[in-house]
């Protein structure tokens, strides 16, 4: 998936969660997470990532070209990842971009590569990296008691990318859009997976780090929505706001509950 990136630095700490806001949380069962930024990023940037794949082929060129490639093929890769719904799908949608980015930057050597560069975004669980809070969150929930899903704007790889990644196994539930032919903001999306889950909206809550995708489409769900802002990027939206999965175990207390 081509995500894109924050550079901003964040200087937020934790907030103790209010009384009222912990009640309106309590009744959550299943929490929900997005992947590309809340659970996961590229490594390096991906004009970096490719500059170093073409070396690795003798070949240089400037990290400004392939930026500009990137940005022309973007459109019709949005075209494409939405009309996949199988992982042959998606190889082949791979072959005809990495066909169309080679033509652009190495003409003479779009044939030759293609299959290669096709075969490096399918495998792109090599060219990210797992945010440091994840894990441990992740598993303090899972412990707790909570029931763990992910929700998101991807290719129909994700759950295999999940799985070399070593987070499939803190999941009950993946829902990919191209799996399910809905993409956020569109709210059926997150009503896919509480049916899954079999319990009600209200019994939910989605974690994401972009407000209209993540927040505003899963309140229309009727779910409860924090938004992750791990860069400050929104300092002055309404919503319930944190800066890291591990606030996240301040607002869902589990620990508490057992000792009651």
Known sequence: MMQKEN?????????????IL????????????????????????LRILLQDYLMQHQVIIPRERISKALETIHPR??????????QEEE????????????????PAYSRTLAGSLAEWFMESWRLHKVFGDVR???????EWGYRLGVVSNWEPSLPRLLERLGLAKFFEVVVSSAGEGL??????????AVDRFGVAP??????????VRDVESAEAAGLKAILLDRFNSYPNIHALRIST??????????HLRKQV
């Open 77 to 86: 890769y949005e075209y494409l990842r939405r009309r996949c719904r199988t």
């Open 7 to 19: 550079a901003r630095p964040r200087l937020m700490g934790f907030m103790e969660p209010s009384a």
């Open 183 to 192: 993409w956020k903001p569109d709210s059926r999306l997150f009503l896919a």
């Open 202 to 211: 209200g019994e939910v809550a989605n974690v994401g780090d972009d407000p």
């Open 136 to 142: 441990s969150t992740l598993r303090a929930l899972k």
């Open 22 to 45: 912990l009640q309106q949380l309590s009744g959550v069962k299943v929490i929900l997470f997005d992947a590309g930024n809340t659970l996961l990023a590229y490594r390096r940037p």
């Open 91 to 106: 190889q082949q949608m791979w072959l005809d971009l990495s066909h169309e980015l080679l033509h652009l930057l190495l």
């Open 245 to 254: 999965l591990k606030e996240l175990l301040l607002l869902f207390p589990g």
